[in-house]
């Protein structure tokens, strides 16, 4: 019914930047909060920002000051900038929404597929 699209992912040297998309799609009448999560091979997958409706904004601290979360409610899109990128950060990056589908209907989570970022020189 809703699906999530992430895009933009890739290959990047130390110190580059990167920017994620993710596209919501579907019936939707609302889209909630909205997140970024990130999994690297052995390890669990971890929170690395999120961004309300209204637009207020939080992130893990690996990636405070580095990385900037934002959205466009016009376009079903939220958006991750990521600068001074380091190694540490290569993992598959995961777009996380909550979304309605009809008025006074409840939220439901729904996940992108993911998209790869590799951080090497």
């Known amino acids: 019914q809703v699906q999530l699209v992430e895009s933009g992912g890739g290959w990047v040297q130390p110190g580059g930047s990167l920017r994620l998309s993710c596209a919501a799609s579907?019936?939707?009448?609302?889209?909630?909060?909205m997140n970024w999560y990130r999994q690297a091979p052995g390890k669990q997958r971890e929170w690395v920002a999120a961004i309300t409706g209204g637009g207020t904004t939080n992130y893990a601290d690996s990636v405070k000051g580095r990385f900037t979360i934002s959205r466009d409610n016009a376009k079903n899109t939220m958006y991750l900038q990521m600068n001074s990128l380091k190694p540490e950060d290569t993992a598959v990056y995961y777009c996380?929404?909550?979304?309605?589908?009809?008025?006074?209907?409840?939220?439901?989570?729904?996940w992108g597929q993911g998209t790869q970022v590799t951080v090497s020189s």
């Open positions: 996380h929404s909550r979304v309605s589908s009809a008025p006074n209907s409840a939220n439901w989570d729904y």
């Open positions: 579907g019936r939707i009448f609302s889209i909630g909060a």
